[in-house]
């Protein structure tokens, strides 16, 4: 019996080893896959524009106009999905 749980227990320590190696390996080649991709292809720098310094858009951009109602639906729908999280939780 004591070889058998003997044998049972190399297989284990041997499979956890393996598996505990292969994760390294895993985390070396992925480390070294970013860094390679990272300077080889960097991220394009895209230039940031000054802000409407309070001034109102033209009447021909409705883009803010839009994004501001998209912004507010989203708001809202979050709001609603938090206080019926809140209710179901209470009750």
Same mark, same amino acid.
């Given at each position: 019996?004591?070889?058998?749980m003997m044998e049972g227990?190399?297989?284990?320590?041997?499979?956890?080893?393996?598996?505990?190696?292969?994760?390294?390996?895993?985390?070396?080649?992925?480390?070294?896959? +970013? &860094?390679?991709v990272a300077r080889y292809?960097?991220?394009? !720098?895209?230039?940031? $524009?000054?802000?409407?310094?309070?001034?109102?858009?033209?009447?021909?951009?409705?883009? +803010? &106009?839009?994004?501001?109602?998209?912004?507010?639906?989203? !708001?809202?729908?979050? $709001?609603?999905?938090?206080?019926?999280?809140?209710?179901?939780?209470?009750?």
């Amino acid at each position: 019996m004591s070889d058998l749980m003997m044998e049972g227990l190399n297989l284990a320590l041997y499979g956890m080893g393996f598996v505990f190696v292969f994760l390294i390996v895993l985390v070396g080649l992925t480390t070294a896959m +970013s &860094a390679i991709v990272a300077r080889y292809f960097p991220a394009p !720098v895209v230039p940031v $524009s000054p802000r409407n310094s309070g001034r109102k858009p033209a009447k021909g951009n409705k883009s +803010s &106009a839009s994004s501001n109602d998209e912004q507010q639906r989203v !708001v809202a729908a979050i $709001s609603a999905a938090i206080k019926q999280h809140q209710n179901t939780r209470r009750g």
